[in-house]
């Protein structure tokens, strides 16, 4: 019930976005057959892939899985940003260490 619920709510943002799923998928980091799997087999995904099926959609996790709150929020900019940052140093660090 809830899988059916977070896909539903994924494909209807996918259509007004007006992207394919497979487009969703690419701009998710996911692969389109690990997307569609998950659709077909009615699974949600772990908290990090709802993460970037909502970021890639415009719209928070809490939305996918509970219907609220559609809009990111400025703590979801936060989080992208720090990420980025993260991202960043990593690949610095391992640039020295190597």
């Known amino acids: 019930m809830f899988a ?3 896909w539903g709510r994924v494909k ?3 259509e ?3 992207m394919t799923q497979k487009e969703a998928a690419k701009a998710s980091g996911l692969s389109y057959n690990t997307m569609r799997g998950w659709m077909y087999k009615g699974i949600i995904p772990i ?3 709802a993460y970037k099926i909502a970021q ?3 719209v928070t996790v809490e939305y996918l899985v ?3 709150n559609p809009r990111k929020s400025q703590a979801d900019d936060i989080i992208k940003k720090a990420c ?3 991202r960043e140093a ?3 660090l391992g640039s020295i260490v190597t």
Request: proline residues 0%.
């Open 4 to 6: 059916e619920m977070f």
């Open 66 to 68: 509970a219907g609220k």
């Open 12 to 14: 209807r943002l996918i």
């Open 16 to 18: 007004k976005n007006g």
């Open 47 to 49: 908290a990090v892939d």
């Open 90 to 92: 990593e690949e610095k």
């Open 84 to 86: 980025s940052l993260l």
């Open 56 to 58: 890639a959609l415009g």
